[in-house]
Nanobody
Framework: QVQLVESGGGLVQPGGSLRLSCVAS????????MKWVRQAPGKGTEWLAR????????EYANSVKGRFTISRDNAKKTLYLQMISLKPEDTAMYYC?????RGQGTQVTVSS
């Protein structure tokens, strides 16, 4: 079955950086586009970024464009989200998504 395991979250000061990873298994990773989404406490799910199956095409939500970079390593079956210039409003649980399936998430907290 599809498994997605996110990691790399943590506590970071405003302006800081983090790189999230998502290791995939249970499906042919290189054939699927992938997404990152996040959910802050008491809020709905926010789509952040999408990457095509071969990594050649990416899209971003306006809220993260220019600060977040989605990438993938198909040989390692791993999806990444590089985040810079983090803001307190980026605090949320971050999930990678394949179709309708997401992992357990990794918590990102931006606070001084």
């Amino acid at each position: 079955q599809v498994q997605l395991v996110e990691s790399g979250g943590g506590l970071v000061q405003p302006g800081g950086s983090l790189r999230l990873s998502c290791v995939a298994s249970g499906f042919t990773f290189r054939l699927y586009s992938m997404k990152w989404v996040r959910q802050a406490p008491g809020k709905g799910t926010e789509w952040l970024a999408r990457i095509s199956s071969d990594g050649g095409s990416t899209e971003y939500a306006n809220s993260v464009k220019g600060r977040f970079t989605i990438s993938r390593d198909n040989a390692k079956k791993t999806l990444y989200l590089q985040m810079i210039s983090l803001k307190p409003e980026d605090t949320a649980m971050y999930y990678c998504v394949k179709d309708g399936t997401r992992g357990q998430g990794t918590q990102v907290t931006v606070s001084s």
